[in-house]
């Protein structure tokens, strides 16, 4: 099992950027899919972006598509987001989010029930 450890929130102005990582414990990272959520306050949590074990596909929200950025370093045990023309209705708790390899198993990457575990979530303000 891996643990997850997010930074790089903040509070920024509409238009703006911001770049989230997430950092993993373990040997076996490179072997896991992984995707950032979002929780908005007073909402339920939301799929952002996904990115397969080798980062050969990437998946993403309608609502962030062509603004954020999902990719990872394998030998960093590092997944990033990096958060362009940001707007305030981006404003969330993200959250980083692992899930092993399942044999026989099919990854639907926008479901929260398809991951093993989770990050404490940093928090991403934008002001207008």
């Known amino acids: 099992q891996v643990q997850l450890v997010e930074s790089g929130g903040g509070l920024v102005q509409a238009g703006g950027s911001l770049s989230l990582a997430c950092a993993a414990s373990?040997?076996?990272?490179?072997?896991?899919?992984m995707a950032w959520f979002r929780q908005p306050p007073g909402k339920e949590r939301e799929f952002v972006a996904a990115?397969?074990?080798?980062?050969?596909?990437?998946y993403y929200a309608d609502a962030v598509k062509g603004r954020f950025t999902i990719s990872r370093d394998n030998a960093k045990n590092t997944v990033y987001l990096q958060m362009n023309s940001l707007k305030p209705e981006d404003t969330a708790v993200y959250y980083c989010?692992?899930?092993?390899?399942?044999?026989?198993?099919?990854?639907?990457?926008?479901?929260?029930?398809?991951?093993?575990?989770w990050g404490q979530g940093t928090q991403v303000t934008v002001s207008s």
């Open positions: 990115i397969r074990s080798t980062g050969s596909n990437t």
């Open positions: 989010a692992a899930r092993r390899p399942v044999s026989g198993s099919t990854w639907m990457p926008s479901r929260k029930d398809a991951y093993d575990a």
């Open positions: 373990g040997r076996t990272f490179s072997n896991y899919a």
